[in-house]
Structure formats: structure tokens, C-alpha cells
């Protein structure tokens, strides 16, 4: 948790990654919306980066990866999250 978050900053960061077959990051995760805070996207994509390798994915999957959108909320309710 960042410093920021911890003082009460509010943000919400929405990062975009790709995860490969044998659960490796393909391509480096980015900023999709910005919070508005440096340190707030920072730590989302560093939280990212930190959490792979990731699980395989599924045999049945057949894509050569799967990309997702992930969303942080520092000090922000659920019910206040845009899609």
C-alpha cells in the first residue's frame, strides 16, 4: 500500500497486461486510466509485475495469451467504481 493511499489519497487505476500460455507477463503492463498520482499508478503496476509468474493457463485455452484490464481503488467504495 502505498504512503499515499495510507494519508487518505483517493484514486482509481486501471492497468492492462498480457499473460502468456505458461504464465509469464507478454508485454509490460501499462496505465490505462491514471489515478492522477504517480506514486498510486506506480505501485498498481509494480503490484502486477511483482505478482507474475502467474498460474499456466488452462490447456483449453488456445490463445497465444490472455490480456486483462485490472483495476486498483485506493480508499474509493466499490459502488463508486466506473466501469
Request: avoid cysteine; hydrophobic fraction near 35%; glycine fraction near 6%.
Amino acid at each position: 500500500m502505498p504512503s499515499e493511499a495510507k494519508e487518505g489519497i483517493r484514486g482509481r487505476v486501471v492497468v492492462r497486461f498480457s499473460i502468456q500460455r505458461d504464465g509469464e507477463l507478454s508485454k509490460v503492463p501499462r496505465i490505462e486510466v491514471s489515478s492522477g498520482s504517480n506514486p498510486l499508478d506506480d505501485v498498481a503496476v509494480s503490484t502486477v509485475r511483482a505478482s507474475a509468474p502467474f498460474e499456466h493457463l488452462p490447456e483449453a485455452f488456445k490463445g497465444p495469451s490472455v490480456e486483462l484490464l485490472l483495476s486498483f481503488l485506493y480508499n474509493m467504495p466499490l459502488s463508486k467504481q466506473n466501469p
